[in-house]
């Protein structure tokens, strides 16, 4: 079973920075790419960012590249994402999910539950 666990969100002032980290269980973590996926109050789900299995490739959203870095531990089982320079439009429910985006979208299976980030000053 698919277990992930996303966590480090919180109240950040705009221009703040957070780390959102999610930890996978159930399944061989280092075999996966993983995304991170958004949703803000009364819209769907948003892609973010994606990174391979083995770490080398990462892509990102327009809207969050050169704000956002993405990265793992497969040693830790373990996902991260930094949030720099945030924006109030960056308020969302942040989800990690298992597989690259139309994966992560269409199966809540291969989602978290997913962490707060509310950028309010």
């Known amino acids: 079973e698919v277990q992930l666990v996303e966590s480090g969100g919180g109240l950040v002032q705009p221009g703040g920075s957070l780390r959102l980290s999610c930890v996978a269980s159930?399944?061989?973590?280092?075999?996966?790419?993983m995304t991170w996926v958004r949703q803000a109050p009364g819209k769907g789900l948003e892609w973010v960012s994606t990174i391979t299995s083995d770490g080398p490739s990462t892509y990102y959203a327009d809207s969050v590249k050169g704000r956002f870095t993405i990265s793992r531990d497969n040693a830790k089982n373990t996902l991260y994402l930094q949030l720099n320079s945030l924006k109030t439009e960056d308020t969302a429910m942040y989800l990690c999910?298992?597989?690259?985006?139309?994966?992560?979208?269409?199966?809540?299976?291969?989602r978290g539950q997913g962490t707060q980030v509310t950028v309010s000053s």
């Open positions: 999910g298992r597989g690259f985006f139309d994966v992560v979208v269409n199966r809540a299976a291969e």
């Open positions: 159930g399944f061989a973590f280092s075999n996966y790419a």
